[in-house]
C-alpha cells in the first residue's frame, strides 16, 4: 500500500536551527538531510476535509486515494453541508467504501467539536478530543497533527513506510530501538520525519 507523501498539502518552514539540531544529534539523519531536498507545510484552514482526506487514504494506494480524494472533494464543495444526507449511489460513485463512508459521515457529525481545535495546539488534548470519532485512530491523528497543525514534534510510530526506512537506515528491529532513535529528534521529530518520507521518494508504503 503506498501513499503520496507530495499529495499531502506542504509548508513547514524549515529553518537552519532545525537543521543544525537534528544534524548535530544524528550522524545517520544528517546524511539523509544533505541528501534529500527540504520539505515544506502549508497549514490547513479545512480541518473537517483534511480528516476526510486522511480517512480516504487510509489502507489504499496511492493512485486509487487520489482518485477518490478528487471525486470526493468535487462532490464535498457543492455538498459539504450535506455530506451525511448523502445516497448509496452518490458514495458509491465516488468509490468510498461503506465503512470509509460511515467514518467520513463521523467527522461531519463531530464537524463542531473538530473545527473548535483551531483554538489549541495542545497535541494531547487533540489527540483526546479526535480519538472519540470512529474511524479516526493514531496514524490519522498524527497526520492531522503534521499537515493540519504543523506540530514540529510528531513521530507517527504506526506509520510503516517510516518504521520500515528506519530499520533500513539504522539496523534495528524492534520499536523500543525505534522509539529510542526518535526521542534523540526532539523537538523536531516532525521535521526528521519529513525528511525520512522524503528519502522513499514522493510515493512511500503504509
Not at 31 to 39: D, H, T
Not at 99 to 105: G, L, S, V, W
Amino acid at each position: 500500500i503506498r501513499i503520496n507523501f507530495a499529495f499531502f498539502k506542504k509548508s513547514i518552514m524549515i529553518n537552519k536551527n532545525h537543521i543544525t539540531f537534528l544534524s548535530k544529534k544524528d550522524k545517520i539523519l544528517k546524511k539523509i538531510i544533505e541528501q534529500n531536498k527540504k520539505p515544506q507545510i502549508s497549514k490547513s484552514k479545512d480541518y473537517v476535509l483534511d480528516l476526510c482526506k486522511y480517512i480516504i487514504f487510509q489502507q489504499i494506494s496511492t493512485k486509487a486515494g487520489i482518485s477518490i480524494f478528487n471525486r470526493f472533494i468535487n462532490y464535498y464543495n457543492s455538498n459539504k453541508n450535506n455530506i451525511p444526507g448523502w445516497n448509496q449511489d452518490e458514495w458509491k460513485k465516488i468509490g468510498i467504501s461503506n465503512r470509509k463512508k460511515t467514518y467520513i459521515e463521523n467527522v461531519f457529525y463531530n464537524q463542531k467539536q473538530i473545527c473548535s481545535l483551531k483554538k489549541t495546539n495542545d497535541s494531547s488534548l487533540i489527540r483526546d478530543e479526535l480519538i472519540k470519532i470512529k474511524g479516526i485512530g493514531n496514524w490519522t491523528i498524527d497526520m492531522f497533527l503534521i499537515f493540519s497543525k504543523n506540530n514540529l514534534d510528531i513521530f507517527p510510530d504506526g506509520d510503516l513506510a517510516l518504521i520500515n526506512v528506519i530499520k533500513s537506515k539504522y539496523h534495528v528491529e524492534s520499536i523500543e530501538q525505534i522509539i529510542e532513535i526518535a526521542n534523540k529528534w526532539s523537538p523536531y521529530k516532525t521535521i526528521a520525519t519529513l525528511y525520512l518520507w522524503e528519502s522513499l521518494g514522493d510515493d512511500f508504503p503504509n
